[in-house]
């Protein structure tokens, strides 16, 4: 099962295929291209029913640093608006570190 969130206006894309959740950004090819493409930034990551890895929030961290405040505020706000996927295993511990870092942001 492929769960898709494009986050409208911003420059990131999360796909959710079970448990392994790949988040992309949107960026130029080179710069004499005008079209972009989406780069993975990272895949594979495994969630547990018990929330995510350190790794994983360190990701998360990582690839929120490619985007502007309030891309992250929105990216944030469009995922806990979407919380009631069909993914239990996903959505636990996502909402909890999605949570705390929306806290930080405001």
């Known amino acids: 099962m492929t769960v898709l969130l494009t986050i409208p206006t911003a ?11 790949i988040f992309h950004i ?8 005008k079209r972009n493409r989406w780069i993975p930034l990272c895949s594979g990551l495994k969630a547990r029913a018990d ?39 996903v959505v636990v511990g996502f909402m909890a570190f999605i949570e705390s870092q929306y806290d930080l942001l405001m």
């Open 51 to 89: 929330g995510f890895t350190d790794k994983f929030a360190s990701f998360l961290g990582s690839s929120f640093a490619y985007l502007t405040i309030e891309e992250r505020l929105l990216a944030i706000k469009f995922i806990l608006a979407n919380h009631d996927l069909q993914i239990p295993e």
């Open 11 to 21: 420059r990131l894309r999360i796909e959710v295929h079970g448990v392994a959740i």
């Open 26 to 33: 949107k960026t130029a090819v080179n710069s004499h291209q």
